[in-house]
């Protein structure tokens, strides 16, 4: 869910329009995606949406003191569930006697057709590691062990140990330090794990994006087998 229209009542601030209107877009809102639907796939097939596909904010700010800065906070939404994931986000400041009045709307929609949709700011995947310590008690084990950058590999029983399988990012370091051609030591990667690390933006938990992420592949798949089948048009 993000800001997608801003209608402005009032401002008077040193920003335009466009910039606030831009800075409210960006900024997350907590979702409910079982509550509401998309305006395509909504029932209304109306341009300017319902209370199914769409929810309208507020603001109301003013300086009268003295400079202020105006933070998400003050964004008033008609769905208490659907409000800024932080209230700490700054979006103008205003001198005294300078006024921002507001109303906003938003809905939902996917980062493809624009970033303020896109529930995670960073997404990214690695190989899962796959470590052989040796069996028996070598010369020099310890080379290896130390020159781990991430600290990996450790010394247990006169042995080399695996102290922390994730860590390894298969720079293959350690089998090059062994003194032993071939090395006893060995590091690979699985060939059907993946270690994914995924940091949402709060509107959506983690695990929920994964889902949805997964339901939408499994969608695309399907209509590409579908066109596969149809044949050339």
Not at 2 to 30: C, F, W, Y
Not at 176 to 196: R, T
Request: hydrophobic share 35%; with cysteine.
């Amino acid at each position: 869910m993000a800001i997608e229209e801003v209608v402005m009542i009032e401002n008077s601030s040193i920003l335009q329009d466009e910039i606030i209107a831009h800075r409210l877009g960006l900024t997350p809102l907590k979702t409910d995606l079982d509550a509401y639907s998309t305006p395509e796939e909504c029932e209304c097939k109306s341009e300017f949406g319902c209370p199914q596909c769409r929810v309208t904010l507020t603001l109301d700010a003013e300086a009268k003191e003295g400079t202020r800065t105006v933070y998400s906070g003050e964004v008033i939404s008609e769905n208490p569930e659907i409000v800024p994931v932080s209230d700490k986000i700054p979006i103008v400041k205003l001198a005294k006697n300078q006024k921002l009045k507001l109303e906003a709307y938003a809905r939902l929609g996917i980062g493809k057709t624009h970033a303020k949709w896109q529930p995670v700011s960073m997404c990214a995947y690695k190989y899962y590691p796959k470590i052989t310590p040796p069996t028996e008690k070598c010369d020099d084990c310890s080379k290896c062990v130390d020159m781990c950058p991430k600290k990996v590999l450790a010394i247990k029983d006169e042995k080399v140990d695996v102290r922390d399988l994730l860590a390894c990012n298969l720079c293959m370091d350690c089998v090059d330090a062994c003194p032993q051609k071939p090395s006893p030591l060995k590091v690979e990667w699985a060939k059907d794990a993946f270690v994914m690390n995924i940091e949402s933006t709060g509107a959506l938990p983690p695990e929920r994006v994964l889902r949805e992420a997964t339901k939408l592949l499994g969608k695309q798949l399907n209509e590409f087998e579908e066109q596969i089948k149809a044949g050339p048009q």
